[in-house]
């Protein structure tokens, strides 16, 4: 699992993407989060919401945690736009 603090990186910015997705076999809710570090590397985490069972009445939040999507070359800007093109909400850095 990755640490957003590892490797003196600092976190440029956050694209967010929420959904709802009421025909999935084992979620009813899911929510992508990427993070752009300063040096080039793009961590993700994925949060879902479980579907109500006879244990679980409620449903359960899960994250699986900071993974290491991949690295950019790009400057920061582009990527940026990247993720404003497929829908994603930009959260911390200059627009």
């Known amino acids: 699992m990755a640490k957003l603090s590892a490797y003196n990186q600092r976190e440029v910015f956050r694209a967010t993407r929420e959904k709802s997705t009421p025909e999935g076999d084992l979620t009813t809710w899911e929510r992508d989060t990427f993070a752009v570090m300063s040096n080039g ?5 994925l949060d879902v919401r479980f579907r109500p069972d006879a244990y679980d009445p409620k449903g359960r939040l899960h994250s699986y945690g900071w993974k290491v999507y991949g690295k950019c070359k790009r400057d920061v800007d582009a990527v940026r736009a990247l ?3 497929r829908g994603f909400t930009i959260e911390g850095g200059a627009a």
Request: hydrophobic residues 50%; without cysteine.
């Open 41 to 45: 590397r793009i961590l993700r985490r």
């Open 83 to 85: 993720f404003v093109k």
